[in-house]
């Protein structure tokens, strides 16, 4: 399972999901879900990962973590 690390670099940095869809085009809805502990998500755009991205100055590689599935 891929799983985001968005909620982990906004506490980090006191970062609130308001604050996130300011500095983003991303509406307060899709902010708030994708910045929930546990990083779990349904479907992510390439513009929206490039959104997160530019916000936080990292390389998609920060804002993603492969967890292998439990028994593999």
């Known amino acids: 399972m891929v799983r ?3 909620h982990e670099l906004m506490r980090e ?4 999901a308001y604050r996130l869809c300011q500095g983003t ?3 307060y809805p ?13 479907r992510l755009h390439a513009e929206t990962l490039d959104q997160l ?3 936080f100055q990292v390389q998609p ?5 492969w ?6």
């Not at 940095?13 to 609130?16: E, M, P, S, V, W």
């Open 4 to 6: 985001l690390k968005v």
């Open 13 to 16: 940095r006191g970062i609130t």
């Open 25 to 27: 085009d991303l509406t």
């Open 30 to 42: 899709s902010a708030y879900r994708l910045s929930r502990a546990g990083g779990r998500f349904g």
């Open 53 to 55: 991205c530019r916000f």
């Open 61 to 65: 590689g920060r804002l993603l973590q």
């Open 67 to 72: 967890v292998p599935a439990n028994g593999s």
